[in-house]
């Protein structure tokens, strides 16, 4: 319990760089919300460019091949698989950019 006694009043009472630490943790947890608002709002018009896509795709105006999208998970996924263990490896801040991604994504 002493750990998170002074872990507490580290946040509650300590400044980094003449700023306040609520207020630096407060900063991703914003940007977080409206990065998740946002990321709902454009799911649901990536869905409806996804239901266009098929139907083009299935009226013959242009093919899919799962290939090519094998060939681009594969290009960019270690990359953004890396940044994502970046973002979490800063945890107080990273942490709160990710509960308010999701709270902003929730309740956007």
Do not use: C, R, W
Not at 22 to 35: H, N, Q, S
Request: neutral net charge.
């Amino acid at each position: 319990m002493g750990l998170l006694d002074d872990l507490f009043g580290f946040i509650a009472s300590g400044n980094i760089a003449g700023i306040p630490t609520v207020v630096i943790m407060i900063i991703p947890f914003i940007v977080g919300l409206v990065i998740g608002f946002f990321t709902k709002k454009m799911l649901k018009i990536a869905i409806i460019a996804a239901i266009i896509v098929i139907i083009a795709s299935y009226l013959g105006f242009f093919g899919l091949s799962l290939g090519a999208l094998a060939d681009v998970v594969e290009q960019y996924g270690p990359v953004a698989f890396h940044y994502a263990v970046l973002l979490m490896g800063m945890l107080p801040l990273g942490l709160g950019f990710v509960v308010g991604l999701i709270l902003g994504f929730l309740f956007g």
